[in-house]
């Protein structure tokens, strides 16, 4: 072999070792491209979440009054008298769709990039919406004769048990929002804090006591 095919042979060999290098720097880069990409995915579905299931709970709340004060006997003379139009059912979907659709979607964005740990937190928050929205609008059970009487004449109450259930079903809801929320903060690399912030800061300082004379001078 000549001197000249060596060195032939030496520069495609250099050109192929620099074109599979290039390469590997394309296929790294997109692969972190790809990689960030699906990262902000998951970012905009977890926030998505968490706000939707507000608002699933806010509208659940709204279901329970609406229940409550549109029944009886007034709410059918109302109807009849053309004072209000009668509940569509369809309407009250698409009302309810404009957070659970956008929710049901976040969700599935999880289902497809997060992890299993992820994916459990999330599909608990989405169980305790529907748990909200089914205690919200549960009816009082049938009672005597007297009891459905009362109901056809005065409409739905709710009782103290109905209220208890309701309540605690909000706070199962709060409660899986804040460890998906934690769940997410850790997955994204973020600092630890404390979510519900209702109660006074341990270093808040404390103000120092007033003197019959006015405030105490302040010490140097």
Not at 85 to 92: P, S, Y
Not at 170 to 176: D, G, R, W, Y
């Amino acid at each position: 072999m000549t001197s000249a095919e060596i060195a032939l042979i030496a520069a495609l060999g250099a050109s192929a070792l620099t074109g599979l290098a290039s390469l590997g720097v394309v296929w790294l880069q997109e692969w972190r491209r790809g990689k960030a990409r699906n990262e902000d995915a998951l970012r905009a579905s977890v926030q998505e979440l968490l706000t939707r299931s507000m608002g699933v709970a806010t509208r659940a709340r709204a279901m329970g009054e609406l229940m409550r004060i549109r029944s009886g006997l007034k709410e059918g003379f109302d109807v009849a008298m053309r004072h209000r139009k009668l509940v569509d059912l369809f309407e009250l979907h698409d009302w309810l769709a404009q957070d659970i659709a956008p929710m049901n979607a976040a969700l599935s964005q999880i289902w497809t990039r997060d992890s299993q740990e992820g994916i459990r937190l999330a599909n608990e928050v989405v169980s305790k919406c529907m748990d909200l929205l089914g205690t919200n609008t549960t009816k009082q059970q049938t009672g005597n004769g007297w009891e459905r009487m009362r109901r056809w004449a005065a409409g739905e109450r709710w009782t103290p048990e109905m209220i208890a259930e309701a309540n605690s079903a909000m706070q199962q809801l709060a409660h899986a929002r804040k460890r998906y929320a934690e769940h997410a903060r850790a997955r994204f690399g973020l600092d630890v804090v404390e979510l519900f912030t209702s109660r006074e800061p341990k270093d808040k300082p404390v103000p120092a006591p007033e003197s019959p004379d006015g405030p105490a001078p302040i010490s140097t």
